[in-house]
């Protein structure tokens, strides 16, 4: 297929990120003394806040507990992003290169807020490489739906099924899947699922080979 444009997810697949948000998390509930249970973590992966504040709704009880979770948490987590303590995944700039390259238009379509996915990426280098960057409070709907990657397509005016999109969680692999978008996924926090992999989306381990197929 003709590629024209390459979309790209931010945290776990850009940025090693995940890990350093999970510890945030964490310690955000243990210094509020909250109950932290892994399983939630992981279904936080690849979303918006709203979807994930709902989420924490249903672990701690009460949105005020919601509202002191989320406000320990950026104030960690933001002073990790601020000191560029944050890496990036083997590959990232060799990739970006390729892409440089060949001449092909990129976007960032992150469920992280656009305020704080363009500080992430300015932080880490990234922010002048890419063309747009599509945050998660600016759509409707968060992954997996299909609506930011559908954004960051017409954001670079090109035709969603003449897009890559390369993403680390299940959510985002269906949301990209369900724009019509070629599909892979590099995992990081967790396995990709089956239905993805069955839907279309192909499987790699890292963002080399990603260089390797557009070879």
Not at 10 to 38: N, T, V
Not at 67 to 96: D, N, Q, T, W
């Amino acid at each position: 297929m003709l590629i024209r444009a390459v979309v790209f997810d931010m945290d776990g697949l850009l940025l090693d990120s995940e890990r350093i948000a999970y510890a945030c998390g964490r310690e955000a509930c243990e210094a509020l003394g909250l109950p932290w249970r892994e399983e939630t973590a992981l279904a936080m992966i690849g979303r918006n806040a709203r979807d994930n504040a709902a989420l924490l709704l249903g672990l701690f009880g009460e949105s005020r507990h919601v509202a002191a979770h989320s406000e320990e948490f950026a104030r960690r987590y933001e002073a990790i992003i601020a000191e560029g303590r944050i890496p990036l995944k083997p590959g990232v700039h060799e990739l970006l290169d390729q892409l440089d390259a060949r001449g092909l238009p990129r976007a960032v379509a992150t469920s992280t807020s656009h305020a704080r996915a363009v500080f992430k990426l300015e932080r880490c280098g990234l922010a002048a490489r890419m063309h747009a960057v599509i945050g998660g409070d600016q759509v409707a709907q968060g992954k997996p739906a299909p609506d930011i990657f559908l954004a960051a397509a017409a954001r670079l005016g090109v035709a969603p099924a003449q897009c890559l999109a390369l993403e680390d969680s299940n959510a985002g692999a269906r949301a990209a899947l369900a724009a019509g978008m070629a599909v892979r996924i590099v995992p990081d926090l967790l396995p990709p699922d089956q239905d993805v992999l069955t839907a279309g989306a192909r499987a790699l381990t890292s963002l080399f080979d990603v260089i390797e197929e557009l070879e």
